[in-house]
């Protein structure tokens, strides 16, 4: 069964870090690229970062970048997302999936994604 389970989610004040982790499994991670996306109550879904299959091209939403960074360990089938100096407009429902490409800021094509992690930024 082909899955994306994310975790490392919670709560965390303003400024501070937190790593999502993204595991995968039923299929061998190292041949996909994998997506990061957002979801707020009542905001578009927004792509967050990308990375290819190798690890050799990432790509960042200018809301982010310079303070998230996307890498993976094929040995370990996981994607990680650290973010560092969370802001409260970071609050979301992140979610990883498995795309085509990492096209940013072009669309991702989407094969399938988790069931998501929350993340809270609030004091």
């Known amino acids: 069964q082909l899955q994306l389970v994310e975790s490392g989610g919670g709560l965390v004040q303003p400024g501070g870090p937190l790593r999502l982790s993204c595991a995968a499994s039923?299929?061998?991670?190292?041949?996909?690229?994998i997506g990061w996306f957002r979801q707020a109550p009542g905001k578009e879904r927004e792509e967050v970062s990308c990375i290819s299959s190798s690890g050799g091209t990432t790509n960042y939403a200018d809301s982010v970048k310079g303070r998230f960074t996307i890498s993976r360990d094929n040995a370990k089938n996981t994607v990680y997302l650290r973010m560092n100096s969370l802001k409260p407009e970071d609050t979301a429902i992140y979610y990883c999936?498995?795309?085509?490409?990492?096209?940013?800021?072009?669309?991702?094509?989407?094969?399938?994604w988790g069931q998501g992690t929350q993340v809270t930024v609030s004091s």
């Open positions: 039923g299929f061998t991670l190292a041949y996909y690229a």
């Open positions: 999936a498995r795309v085509t490409a990492c096209p940013l800021p072009r669309p991702m094509e989407y094969h399938f």
